[in-house]
C-alpha cells in the first residue's frame, strides 16, 4: 500500500504534517518504536510508529529523524498520547530530512493502525499482528509463528529463563544461545550449537543493561531463509516487543503498591503485617518466610530491569521494586527452596556476567526471615551488598557482578562497607597521607611494603620473600614507615589502624 491509501482511509483520521510530496511512497512494513536510534531495527520501506517517549526538545528531534531518514523508512507517525500534538521542531526535522509525517489522533491506537497497514501485506505477518492487537499472549502467537516457519521458536531473557516457547529447549541449548547473544551483541544473526541451528533475532528495547532484554530464537538454518521468514522474524519481535511492554506494565503495577510499603516499612511508618498484606496483593504467596535481595546496576531504571529478570529466571515467587539507591526483591517460599536460592542466584548471576561490560553489578542476599523480619532483612540485604560492593572495588575489576549474603557480615568487612565515604577517606588520608606523599617525591614503595607486611601477620621472612628483597632491606623500610608516620608497628592496634586504612580505598556505595 502507498502512505497516500492511509491518508484517505477516514476512519484513521490521519493528518498529514509535513511531506506531502513523498506520500506515494510504498509501505513495506511497520514498526512500531520509542527508541532514540532504532536504524539497526530498520530495513528500509516501514511506517514508523512512536509515542515519542525520547523527545525533550529540538536535538531529539534532530536526532531521531535523522536516524529515519538514514534507515530510508517509508514515513513517521507521530502519536498523541504524551505530548497532545507534534511538536513543532520535530515536523521541522522532518521537512528537512524528506521523512513525511502523520498525526495519529488519540483515539486511534498504533495496534489498529499497524493492523490495517499490514491487511495487504503477507497473511501469517497481518494475523501475527491482529493476534497481538486482539490480545492474544505469548504462547499463542509463538504457536502461529512456529506454523509459519514450519519450525519451534522460543523467546528468551538474556538473564536466562525460557519466557515462552513451542517446545522443550535443553539447558545446553538454552546457555548456549544467551551466551552468543550477551557475547556478540549483534543480532539478528545465524547461532550454531553443535548439529543445531538457530536464526536469533532481536525483541526492540531500549531496556539497560543487555542482560536485562530479551531475543527470538528460530530453529533452522537462517542461511536457507528467504523474504518471507526474514520478514516474519522481523514482525515476531516487534510483536514480542508489544507482549514484553505489556509484562513490564504489569510488573510497574504490581511492584508500585509493595514499593511505596516497604520504603514506609523501612522508615518505621508501616508494620510488617501491613506489607504481608500488599506482598499477599502483589502475587507472593501468604505466611511463607522471606528472604530478601539488594541489587545496585548503576541507576535505579536499570537495576530494577535486571533484578527482575534474574528473580525471573530463579522461578521463584518474587516481587522487585526500585528502592533506595537500586533495587530490592522480596521471595517468598517454603523455607527449603530459599535456602537454595543462593545457589541459583550465584548461577544466574554468572550466566548474565558477560553481557555487563564495563557495568559492576553488586548483589547482597540477607538469611531466611518470617514476614515479621522483614525490616531486618531489607537492612541486611542492604549491607550485604555493600560488601559484594567493597569486595569488589577491593579486587580492581573494571566491571562484572559480585554477591555477599547475610551470613557473610560477620567480619570486620561489613562495618567498613557501612562507613560514609567522606569519613573513610579522612580516616585513611590521617594514617597514610605521609607514606603516599613520600613514596610520590622518592618514587619507593614504602605503602606497598607495609600492605604486605600486614598482608602476612607480620612475618618478616613471608614479606620480604613476597617483596623480592632481603630480610635488613625489609627492616629498613619498616623503619622507615615508623618514623614518617610517627607510628609503633610492634604495637598490634597500630597494625589494626593500618590496615584498616589500607583497606578503605574505594568507596562503599
Not at 211 to 221: E, L, N, S, Y
Not at 276 to 282: D, G, I, Q, S, Y
Not at 469 to 482: C, D, G, K, M, P
Request: some cysteine; charged content about 25%; aromatic content about 4%.
Amino acid at each position: 500500500m502507498l502512505l497516500r491509501d492511509l491518508l484517505a482511509d477516514p476512519e484513521l483520521g490521519l493528518v498529514l504534517l509535513a511531506g506531502e510530496e513523498y506520500v506515494d511512497r510504498p509501505v513495506r512494513g511497520v514498526y512500531i518504536t520509542d527508541l532514540l536510534d532504532p536504524r539497526r531495527y530498520l530495513e528500509g520501506g516501514e511506517l514508523v510508529l512512536s509515542g515519542l517517549v525520547w523527545h525533550t526538545g529540538p536535538q531529539t528531534s534532530e536526532q531521531f529523524v535523522a536516524a529515519l531518514a538514514d534507515a530510508g523508512v517509508a514515513g513517521l507517525a507521530s502519536g498523541t498520547a504524551r505530548l497532545g500534538h507534534a511538536p513543532p521542531d520535530l515536523v521541522d526535522a522532518c521537512k528537512r530530512h524528506g521523512v513525511p509525517v502523520f498525526e495519529v489522533p488519540l483515539a486511534l491506537s498504533f495496534n489498529v493502525l499497524a493492523e490495517r497497514v499490514q491487511r495487504r501485506g503477507a497473511a501469517p505477518r497481518r494475523e501475527l499482528v491482529s493476534a497481538a492487537a486482539s490480545g492474544a499472549g505469548l504462547e499463542r502467537v509463538l504457536s502461529m509463528a512456529a506454523g509459519e516457519f514450519g519450525a519451534d521458536c522460543w523467546v528468551l531473557s538474556c538473564a536466562g529463563w525460557v519466557v515462552g516457547g513451542t517446545a522443550e529447549l535443553t539447558g545446553e541449548l538454552r546457555r548456549a544461545l544467551v551466551d552468543d547473544v550477551l557475547r556478540s551483541g549483534r543480532l539478528p544473526r545465524a547461532v550454531r550449537v553443535g548439529d543445531h541451528g538457530f536464526a536469533v533475532w532481536p525483541v526492540e528495547s531500549d531496556t539497560e543493561p543487555p542482560a536485562a532484554r530479551w531475543f527470538v530464537a528460530v530453529r533452522g538454518d537462517r542461511e536457507m531463509w528467504g523474504d518471507e521468514e526474514e520478514a516474519i522474524a522481523g514482525d515476531l519481535g516487534t510483536v514480542v516487543a508489544l507482549l514484553r511492554a505489556r509484562v513490564d506494565e504489569a510488573r510497574q503495577i504490581a511492584g508500585r503498591s509493595v514499593e511505596a510499603a516497604l520504603g514506609r516499612l523501612l522508615d518505621g511508618a508501616m508494620t510488617p503485617a501491613e506489607v504481608a498484606v500488599r506482598l499477599e496483593t502483589a502475587g507472593l504467596p501468604a505466611g511463607e518466610p522471606l528472604r530478601a535481595v539488594e541489587l545496585h546496576a548503576g541507576d535505579r531504571a536499570a537495576s530494577t530491569a535486571l533484578l527482575r529478570e534474574i528473580a525471573a529466571a530463579t522461578g521463584a515467587a518474587s516481587v522487585a521494586v526500585p528502592l533506595r539507591e537500586g533495587a530490592s526483591a522480596v521471595f517468598a517460599d517454603d523455607e527449603e527452596h530459599l535456602l537454595a536460592l543462593e545457589g541459583r542466584l550465584r548461577d544466574v548471576i554468572a550466566e548474565v556476567e558477560p553481557g555487563l561490560g564495563d557495568r559492576m553489578v553488586t548483589v547482597g542476599l540477607s538469611d531466611v526471615s518470617p514476614v515479621t523480619g522483614l525490616r531486618g532483612a531489607l537492612e541486611e540485604a542492604g549491607y550485604a551488598r555493600r560488601l559484594a560492593r567493597q569486595r569488589r572495588a577491593r579486587s580492581g575489576a573494571a566491571g562484572g557482578a559480585g554477591l555477599a549474603t547475610g551470613a557473610e557480615l560477620a567480619s570486620h568487612e561489613v562495618l567498613l562497607a557501612s562507613v560514609p565515604d567522606e569519613l573513610r577517606r579522612s580516616y585513611r588520608a590521617r594514617l597514610l597521607s605521609r607514606l603516599t606523599e613520600y613514596d610520590r617525591v622518592h618514587n619507593s614503595d614504602l605503602v606497598h611494603t607495609l600492605r604486605v607486611f600486614l598482608d602476612t601477620s607480620g612475618s618478616w621472612s613471608r614479606s620480604a620473600k613476597q617483596l623480592h628483597v632481603h630480610v635488613n632491606t625489609l627492616r629498613y623500610r619498616i623503619q622507615r614507615i615508623e618514623e614518617i608516620s610517627g607510628r609503633d608497628l610492634s604495637d598490634f592496634p597500630t597494625r589494626v589502624d593500618f590496615y584498616l586504612a589500607l583497606v578503605l580505598d574505594h568507596p562503599a556505595s
